[in-house]
């Protein structure tokens, strides 16, 4: 069977690092064409309690891996202590702010079988109510990203890739596209997963989403000049 590790990198997340690791372990256990031994979660540099709850998780599920990283040094760098502690030869990096819906895991896995597919990615979907402005343009911001990833794949916030590369570019501030950029080169597939959802929360007002936004597109301006992708 292929084995397989989920890995995640998680920054001052008590709030939500508590649920996603049990979802975590409940989906591994339905996991049954995949080999699955090790959850492993790096903690970077966190100020609050996340340390503390997956240290007690650990303690509870021998599947579930700590790495404490003493100064947070970016995702990108937290992502390269995982890809160098995983052992499984697919990777499912799940962000520490997401919550994965049941079933999601299999879904992901499924277009493995076939040797060309290096890379796929979930749906993700948000937890926010359309109530006010920024709440409606992060669902309306998510909805137009499944439409287009249904055209040309763009994975994020869930995604599953062979380990054909031993690391990731330590400036890059989009991992998820600059995986895909690698997988692409080495000529694999990419396949979007729609089925595959996974919940999250988006930004709360005016200034964190234009910052989110202004960080991710100089991390496509960068990706696209470094690599051509």
């Known amino acids: 069977m292929t084995s397989?590790?989920?890995?995640?990198a998680a920054y001052n997340e008590e709030a939500n690092i508590g649920a996603l690791l049990d979802a975590?372990?409940?989906a591994a256990r339905k996991i049954s064409s995949f080999s699955l031994d090790?959850?492993?979660?790096?903690?970077?540099?966190?100020?609050?309690?996340?340390?503390?709850?997956?240290?007690?998780?650990?303690?509870m599920d021998p599947k579930i891996r700590l790495i404490v990283q003493e100064k947070r040094e970016g995702k990108a760098s937290a992502i390269n202590l995982l890809l160098k502690a995983a052992s499984g030869e697919i990777i499912i990096l799940i962000s520490a702010d997401t919550v994965p819906e049941t079933g999601a895991?299999?879904?992901?896995?499924?277009?493995?079988?076939?040797?060309?597919?290096?890379?796929?990615?979930?749906?993700?979907?948000?937890?926010d109510k359309p109530d006010h402005f920024i709440s409606y343009a992060v669902r309306l911001m998510w909805d137009m990203h499944d439409k287009l990833a249904r055209l040309k794949p763009k994975l994020g916030e869930l995604i599953a890739f062979r380990k054909v590369f031993d690391e990731i570019p330590e400036f890059t501030a989009v991992d998820e596209v600059s995986i895909e950029s690698m997988v692409v080169d080495r000529g694999y597939r990419l396949r979007y997963v729609s089925d595959a959802v996974v919940r999250n929360k988006g930004p709360e007002n005016v200034r964190e989403f234009i910052s989110q936004r202004r960080r991710i597109y100089a991390g496509h301006l960068y990706v696209r000049k470094t690599t051509g992708y």
């Open 24 to 26: 975590v372990a409940a």
């Open 4 to 8: 397989c590790s989920i890995c995640v």
């Open 105 to 127: 895991f299999e879904k992901l896995l499924e277009p493995f079988s076939d040797p060309k597919t290096g890379m796929t990615g979930g749906k993700p979907v948000p937890v």
């Open 38 to 59: 090790e959850i492993i979660v790096v903690v970077s540099g966190s100020t609050d309690r996340t340390e503390e709850i997956v240290s007690a998780k650990a303690k």
